[in-house]
């Protein structure tokens, strides 16, 4: 099912989320509700807290984004941690499906090796490296409260501070179906 996506202002967006419940019956619902909005925004990952749930977990498919030569990359995280993160970090321009219409250079470590469980339930502990794990990170910061715009400079934020209260207020669409906080 295609639920609207939360967009900056909504407080749910800024609150650290709650472990997911392995054995929870909804679950599955849950993981198929975020491909199917994720792709019908023409996203490629959505954290649960983005549809409103509290809840650990994300869908990632990096496919669009990764370079031919890569391995087609898509997963399910569930109650997923940092283990280790690069020391070096490298710029990319992000954007956000909860803040439409905004894209910012943000510097991120190329690498993070990462604890989660699957979509069949199984503990797993990966490396990743380039768009995938920056994109793994983005999410990631989702379940934390944070989100990427909280990484640029309080110039840059002030720049934006216009644009990111039209959001907040209502005065943006997307070409998908959102939700304000009001």
Same mark, same amino acid.
């Given at each position: 099912?295609i639920?609207?996506?939360?967009?900056?202002?909504?407080?749910i967006?800024?609150?650290?989320?709650?472990?997911?419940?392995?054995?929870?019956?909804?679950?599955?619902?849950?993981?198929?509700?975020?491909?199917?909005?994720?792709?019908?925004?023409?996203?490629?990952?959505?954290?649960? @807290?983005?549809? *409103? !749930?509290?809840?650990?977990?994300?869908?990632?498919?990096?496919?669009?984004?990764?370079? &031919?030569?890569? %391995? @087609?990359?898509? *997963? !399910?995280?569930?109650?997923?941690?940092?283990?280790?993160?690069?020391?070096?970090?490298? &710029?990319?321009e %992000?954007?956000?499906?909860?803040?439409?219409?905004?894209?910012?250079?943000?510097?991120?470590?190329?690498?993070?090796?990462?604890?989660?469980?699957?979509e069949?339930?199984?503990?797993?502990?990966?490396?990743?490296?380039?768009?995938?794990?920056?994109?793994?990170?983005?999410?990631?910061?989702?379940?934390?409260?944070?989100?990427?715009?909280?990484?640029?400079?309080?110039?840059?934020?002030?720049?934006?501070?216009?644009?990111?209260?039209?959001?907040?207020?209502?005065?943006?669409?997307?070409?998908?179906?959102?939700?304000?906080?009001?």
């Amino acid at each position: 099912m295609i639920r609207p996506i939360l967009l900056y202002g909504s407080p749910i967006l800024r609150q650290t989320a709650q472990p997911v419940d392995l054995g929870d019956p909804n679950l599955p619902a849950l993981i198929q509700d975020l491909w199917d909005t994720m792709y019908n925004a023409d996203g490629v990952g959505l954290a649960a @807290p983005q549809i *409103g !749930v509290s809840k650990q977990i994300f869908v990632v498919d990096a496919r669009e984004l990764q370079p &031919p030569e890569e %391995e @087609p990359f898509h *997963g !399910v995280f569930i109650n997923p941690r940092i283990l280790t993160s690069a020391p070096e970090c490298i &710029p990319y321009e %992000e954007g956000c499906l909860s803040i439409p219409h905004i894209r910012e250079k943000i510097y991120r470590p190329n690498a993070i090796k990462m604890e989660f469980y699957d979509e069949d339930f199984r503990l797993t502990v990966k490396e990743y490296t380039g768009i995938v794990a920056r994109v793994l990170q983005h999410e990631y910061d989702h379940l934390l409260g944070r989100l990427f715009i909280d990484y640029l400079s309080p110039i840059r934020k002030q720049l934006l501070r216009k644009k990111l209260r039209d959001i907040a207020t209502g005065g943006v669409e997307a070409h998908y179906p959102i939700a304000h906080a009001h």
